[in-house]
């Protein structure tokens, strides 16, 4: 039977307006009268997830940042920092390359931009994924833990525009597409896959009691730690490769779907 269902937000969970879907309340309801635990698992920083479900900050476990930060009841279980001068080195050579690209220094406490960078299309992509944020003059006076440097490209093409920046640390660092507009780079070894592995040692559960759903790059680790692994209708193709299954998009309600699905199979 399963135990812990992990979905990621955006592309997945959230439909297009970055909207929980209106049925939510009803299936979260429903799956904590049958003993499941619900783990959001975003690149968003733990902030952000806990705004998202005000409801269930006391219920839910969130894994934030790609799986650097878990959180649960207000507990860190889990973080997986990133080397502090690796972090600033990174963040310099990318805005020197190219001060177009929107740069983040994610840390424990906040999120970190450059007041340089401050325009009102960067405030908003902030304020998406990161509500404590800070805009500091520069990343060397930050005095938090790292566990993320995020790169965004208004254009949609951070697979074009900034993976060629960064390609010379990816064999030391993680790196790793978020979406068209969003490149991540996190400590050696950092994926949601290792959040879940660790959760899954924590609370007793096997993977084969756990079901995930993702659309992007940045899932598919997570989706190989899981017995039950789904996949968006909007996937990415090679996320579709790592999943067992494919439900229908995030517009569609595909992660209730799925779920609905392993209800009926008698397996939650």
């Not at 878990?70 to 990133?82: A, C, I, K, Q, S």
């Not at 177009?100 to 970190?112: K, P, S």
């Not at 340089?116 to 404590?132: D, F, G, I, M, P």
């Not at 995020?150 to 030391?172: N, Q």
Request: hydrophobic share 45%; proline share 4%; with cysteine.
């Amino acid at each position: 039977m399963i135990k812990m269902i992990f979905s990621d937000m955006d592309g997945t969970l959230l439909d297009g307006k970055g909207q929980v879907p209106a049925w939510f309340d009803a299936l979260a309801a429903e799956l904590a009268a049958r003993g499941v635990r619900f783990a959001p698992a975003s690149g968003r920083q733990y902030f952000s997830l806990a705004e998202s479900f005000p409801r269930y900050e006391d219920e839910f476990l969130f894994l934030a940042e790609n799986g650097t930060n878990v959180v649960y009841r207000g507990e860190t279980l889990f973080t997986w920092p990133m080397e502090q001068a690796a972090a600033h080195a990174i963040l310099e050579e990318v805005y020197a390359a190219d001060p177009g690209i929107f740069c983040v220094f994610c840390g424990l406490r906040d999120a970190y931009a450059l007041a340089s960078q401050r325009s009102e299309e960067n405030v908003a992509e902030l304020r998406k994924y990161y509500t404590h944020a800070a805009w500091v003059p520069s990343f060397a006076a930050v005095e938090d833990t790292c566990v993320k440097v995020s790169f965004f490209d208004v254009t949609a093409h951070s697979k074009e525009r900034i993976e060629p920046l960064v390609e010379k640390w990816r064999t030391a660092q993680q790196v790793v597409l978020s979406s068209d507009y969003w490149l991540d780079i996190m400590a050696p070894g950092a994926n949601k896959g290792i959040a879940v592995r660790a959760m899954q040692k924590h609370f007793g559960v096997r993977p084969e009691e756990c079901a995930a759903f993702g659309d992007y790059l940045n899932d598919r680790e997570m989706l190989g730690a899981v017995g039950y692994s789904f996949a968006m209708a909007n996937a990415h193709p090679a996320v579709k490769a790592a999943a067992r299954y494919e439900t229908a998009s995030n517009e569609e309600g595909g992660v209730l779907l799925g779920i609905r699905r392993l209800m009926a199979k008698g397996l939650i």
